[in-house]
């Protein structure tokens, strides 16, 4: 009588396990491509623009450590003011 059990119990949760787990239809076509042929594929589906090959036709001013909006020059600064020799003691700084 357990097996009989058992089997009624399995049987139910996999019976609930298949109503409460959501159904999705997709189109194989609009599958993200996982291969290189398939990455190929999709580049070469549409036709590319020029704009698709050189998406940057100016220099970029992102690593310019003089230019005040960029990463780098953010990044200067707070290796500056780290390198500054202040003494602390317990995290907090000693008036000289």
Known sequence: MKSLKAAAV???SVALAGVAAPAFAYNA????PTSL??????LT?????????MPIHHQSDALNTENKNSL?????????????????LGGLPLQS
Do not use: F, M, S, Y
């Not at 780098?72 to 602390?88: C, F, I, R």
């Open 72 to 88: 780098l020059h953010t990044v200067k600064g707070a290796t500056g003011a780290l390198n500054q020799h202040n003494p602390l």
């Open 45 to 53: 589906k549409g036709p590319l623009t020029l704009n698709d090959a």
């Open 37 to 42: 042929n398939g990455a190929v594929n999709q």
């Open 10 to 12: 399995v049987a139910g």
């Open 29 to 32: 076509a609009d599958v993200t």
